[in-house]
């Protein structure tokens, strides 16, 4: 990437969709993207080539559901919407996420590991 | 579970792919044109604002590939477009694709049929409840191997009292009764079964009722007669109202209870039982007295039905227990015996010595698997040859950047589509053979010989397209796949070196597994002349026999005698008949008497049950009539009668046997038991075949017929002209004396010997060899002379040149013809190492043949080298025609 913003990977795309479209209802894959990025403090940028699939894959696991509808600006647009399993599924990653980052801080801290 | 519903989704995305693709380039479009919108109030120029927007979305070809890939499995999709591409090419290639198909045909059509007989014979279960649970028992007794005799009714019912590993023990006798119903008489084959047969079995009546543990096992009781389903149908037309009809079975009075199930056709599968009788029913037969008694009389075959979790091995352990138990306790008849139990697949029509059938089965598959590697050794030339055209076009495909497993599931999904193709067709083709086989009639069973297909005979075949598939494919697609793409799109050559290789090695393989299939075809024949040359110890030639059983038409004793006099006067009255004479049983083809033997001049050994021997009662003219040489003393004459001192006449083996290094005339001995009549030996005749061809030589007896009164008899009618041409006329006479006896049975010598005690099985297992062995021939022709001819192709250039430079025609087929030779004799070395190693598997099923015989293997060795030799020939010759100025301007 020519920028120097870091691209998002896989794993944590799924969940901070799942993520901005609980914040957000319902909404399109551009308006994710944008979304993602501003959350971040535009320091990620979203690559759209794994976004689309990320999104395909979680509506084929069922966490979120797809309609055709029409954007602010009238133009036709393909809205995302979060599902209850996804919504389960949101809570169970963000718990496991806050763990692992837990983990990781206790590893990173100065003093804490003993060598 | 997600991950289950993300995959059928996937599945599913397989499909619409069109109008899933315009959705997706609809939102990508969408994306993009929101981003250029904010582009834009963000103040860029509408150019830069779409450059951004494009730079960002980072590719939209690539974008949708990624979604693609997500959305449906990309290696189903390239496998179907593998598919759509060989299927074009399958089309554009006419000649390939019929070619390549009726060879895969012909292996997989050879490889069904013989599997469907297989399956028929011993694959398919039993159509009863829980088939897995029956297991066969087989008694063995000392020194003598499995399957020799049964059960006596005493020792099944100590077996079936005493075992606790089978939820039923249960039996049957089968024997063959006379059905008089409606004034018409049929022969049927029969099963006496135990009270809880059919309950065991699990089995419905179709109509009527079966045989219920109720009706008991209580002997001489006026018989109860289910019928077999197909009898039914074939007899009385499947009408509804037999039930409850009153027959006469031998000659007593019998009532039909009901039919059984359709799909149930007995325990002595293949054959086909025509009808049900009980158990006790036995007693009706004159030859069993004692039979509830006697624990020598050993008829019943018997089977058990495993309880739920008890193994095969545990049963035997219960079942050896309770042998020693009663080998203690019987010590004279159950000394030394053990039960076999047997799953009742591998025991079938009964319990044999070293599963024989199964052997045989075993041996035409491997046959049937050597044919279909010969085709596809065939495709795998031919499909090497077109390799070589499509070489430019997979060199392209490789620099075009295809790896190698690409290629080679390209070719090999080509190949695969053709043996599917061959599949489809050889069942047809299989199919149709099944349907124009000639049906068999065997004289005394009536065999059913139901091939018809079911899924496993679908899943063999189709099992053996995909083994043809990958085995003919997969040589030339890894050579393929491994060609030297810089060479091939330089300068176009023709890449040299391994190919000639490989072509060589498939034709030693071909010449070498057409031998195999030749040399064992030969075995066979072999067996079979041996057979038919076999000394019968009678002269077949020119006699027709005349069944009746006047008993069971109501006639008694003194009747039965004076219609059995009047019938042989008339008979021999008759123009054409040169002799007649009458017998209790005619040898091959019908059931001969047995009855225990003991030797007056050796002491009875109290351990050991007398031999049971087989024995014939036949008038003062029999020998003359059948041929029957007497070696030494006097044939039966009028004088031994009822008054006269009992006599008989062994054979040579039966003398040797009970009197060895003595005269046996003047000896005597008892029939039956320690009481029995005492007989005296007045002569000796030549040793004979009694019950099937192919027996070796056993001891057997006769005695007069006027000192052993028999009902059911054989005229023997010895005639100058040709038998046949008499029936009628003896049909006639006979219903002139009698019109109420019913005539059991009327058919040549000849034609008994072609049944199933007789030639049958011989014949049918030669002409299967021989149809195989000629089918591997061809096979193996046809691709001899492809690669030759092939290789004749690929060397005009050079055979141009040699001759440019002054080699003779003579000199360019010693060429091509050398190359030739060398392979043949390679082939036929490795095939008759291959043979060899074979027929040592295969002795035990060959009569009278070593399985080395040199006769067969010189015979096989000079046909194929001689057809194979003019395969070579024909391209050799074409390649001594080339004309020089041509061959060098080929290129």
């Known amino acids: 990437m020519a920028n120097d913003k870091s691209d998002v990977w896989q794993g944590t795309l799924a969940l901070m969709v799942l993520k901005t479209l609980e914040a957000m209802g319902e909404l399109h894959g551009y308006g994710i993207a944008r979304r993602i990025e501003q959350t971040s403090g535009d320091l990620l940028s979203v690559n759209y080539g794994t976004l689309y699939p990320a999104l395909l894959k979680l509506e084929q696991e069922g966490y979120i559901s797809s309609e055709w509808g029409v954007s602010d600006n009238n133009r036709k647009a393909k809205f995302y919407k979060l599902t209850r399993a996804g919504r389960k599924q949101l809570e169970k990653e963000a718990r496991e996420w806050e763990q692992t980052t837990a983990i990781l801080a206790r590893f990173l801290a100065p003093g804490e590991v003993s060598r | 579970m997600r991950a289950i519903r993300a995959w059928f989704l996937r599945v599913g995305g397989l499909f619409g792919k069109q109008r899933r693709d315009s959705e997706l380039a609809a939102e990508l479009e969408c994306h993009l044109q929101m981003h250029v919108a904010d582009n834009l109030r963000a103040g860029m120029t509408p150019e830069e604002a779409r450059r951004n927007a494009l730079i960002k979305l980072g590719g939209v070809e690539q974008t949708k590939e990624n979604y693609r890939e997500r959305r449906g499995f990309p290696w189903l999709e390239s496998l179907l477009q593998d598919v759509r591409f060989g299927l074009r090419m399958l089309r554009k290639n006419p000649g390939f694709t019929t070619v390549v198909v009726l060879t895969m045909a012909l292996g997989i059509g050879a490889n069904t049929i013989i599997f469907s007989m297989v399956n028929g014979f011993l ?49 049957n006798v089968i024997s063959t009764v006379a059905l008089r119903a409606d004034d018409r008489t049929d022969q049927l084959s029969v099963s006496y079964v135990s009270a809880n047969f059919f309950a065991a079995l699990g089995l419905r009546p179709a109509f009527g009722r079966l045989i219920l543990p109720g009706d008991g096992e209580v002997f001489g009781q006026p018989p109860l007669l289910v019928l077999g389903y197909s009898f039914w149908q074939k007899r009385f037309g499947g009408d509804n109202d037999v039930v409850g009809k009153q027959v006469r079975i031998s000659g007593r009075a019998a009532t039909i209870i009901g039919v059984a199930p ?30 509830t008694l006697d624990r020598g009389q050993r008829r019943i075959l018997a089977f058990g039905r495993l309880r739920p979790g008890v193994s095969v091995p545990k049963a035997q352990n219960s079942l050896d227990v309770i042998a020693l138990r009663l080998a203690g306790q019987y010590p004279a008849t159950d000394a030394g015996i053990r039960v076999r139990v047997i799953p009742e697949k591998r025991a079938r029509p009964q319990p044999y010595a070293n599963d024989i059938f199964i052997v045989i089965g075993v041996l035409f598959l491997v046959f049937a698997g050597l044919i279909l590697l010969l085709a596809c050794m065939n495709v795998t030339n031919v499909v090497l040859a077109r390799a070589l055209v499509r070489q430019r076009e997979i060199a392209v495909r490789a620099a075009l950047g295809a790896v190698p497993s690409r290629l080679i599931r390209q070719m090999l999904t080509e190949t695969l589509l053709l043996a599917l193709l061959g599949g489809v067709s050889g069942l047809a083709l299989a199919g149709l053979t099944n349907r124009l086989a000639p049906s068999v009639h065997f004289p005394n069973f009536p065999l059913r010989l139901d091939f018809a297909f079911d899924w496993r005979v679908y899943m063999y075949a189709f099992a053996a397209a995909v083994f043809a598939g990958i085995v003919s494919g997969l040589p030339p697609a890894l050579r393929a796949s491994r060609a030297d793409v810089n060479s091939v799109l330089r300068d176009e050559g023709l890449t040299r070196g391994g190919k000639h290789r490989l072509h060589s090695d498939l034709v030693i393989a071909q010449i070498a597994c057409s031998l195999t299939l030749l040399i064992t075809a030969g075995l066979f024949v072999r067996s079979l002349e041996h057979i038919e040359g076999t000394y019968l110890g009678f002269n077949p030639d020119h006699v027709l026999n005349l069944i009746t059983d006047p008993s069971q038409d109501g006639y ?116 039956k038991n320690a009481t029995g009549p005492l007989v005296e030996i007045i002569g000796v005749a030549r040793d004979g075949k009694y019950q099937t061809v192919a027996e070796d030589f056993q001891p057997y007896f006769y005695v007069p017929l006027a000192q052993n009164y028999v009902s059911r008899r054989v005229l023997e009618i010895r005639s100058r002209v040709p038998p046949e041409s008499l029936a009628a006329q ?76 002054g080699a003779s025609p003579q000199d360019i087929l010693v060429l091509v013809l050398r ?11 490795v095939g008759l190492i291959a043979s060899w190693a074979l027929g040592r598997t295969i002795s035990h099923v060959l009569v009278g043949v070593s399985s080395t015989d040199p006769v067969v293997y010189a015979a096989a060795t000079v046909m194929l080298s001689c057809v194979a030799l003019l395969a070579c020939w024909i391209p050799a010759r074409r390649a001594m025609r080339v004309d020089p100025m041509v061959a060098l301007r080929y290129e």
């Open chain 2, 123 to 171: 694959l398919t279960p039993l159509s009863v409840r829980r088939p897995e649970q029956i297991t066969a028992l087989a008694i063995q007794q000392k020194n003598v191997p499995v399957g020799v005799s049964g059960f006596s009714y005493p020792e099944f019912i100590d077996f079936r009292n005493q075992t606790d590993a089978f939820s039923d023990v249960f039996a």
């Open chain 2, 262 to 291: 359709r799909d149930f056709r007995g325990m002595f599968s293949p054959f086909e039982i025509d009808g049900y009788l009980p158990l006790g029913a036995v007693a009706m037969e004159e030859s069993s007295d004692h039979f």
């Open chain 2, 556 to 671: 008694d004793h003194a009747r039965t005698v004076e219609f059995y006099r009047e019938l042989e006067d008339r008979i021999r009255a008759l123009p054409g008949v040169q002799a007649a004479s009458l017998a209790g049983s005619v040898p091959i083809g019908s059931f001969p008497a047995r009855t225990p033997v003991l030797s007056e001049s050796q002491p009875a050994d109290p351990n050991r049950q007398p031999p049971s021997i087989l024995y014939n009662t036949i008038d003062p003219g029999y020998f003359e009539t059948m041929g029957v040489p007497l070696l030494r003393g006097r044939g039966f004459t009028e004088g031994d009668n009822e008054t006269a001192p009992p006599v008989a006449i062994v054979n040579e083996t039966m003398a040797r046997k009970f009197w060895p290094h003595r005269d046996p005339i003047g000896e005597r001995f008892r029939m």
């Open chain 2, 730 to 805: 003896v049909q006639r006479e006979t219903h002139a004396i009698a019109p109420d006896v019913s005539i059991v049975d009327l058919r040549t010598m000849k034609q008994s010997l072609e049944g199933g005690t007789g030639y049958f099985v011989f014949r049918l297992g030669a002409s299967l060899a021989v149809q195989m062995g000629l089918v591997g021939l061809l096979l193996a022709v046809v691709g001899v002379y492809g690669v030759v001819s092939f290789a004749v192709n690929q060397r005009t250039h050079e055979i141009g040149i040699r001759m440019a430079l």
């Open chain 2, 819 to 829: 190359r030739g030779v060398v392979l043949v004799i390679a082939g036929v070395l």
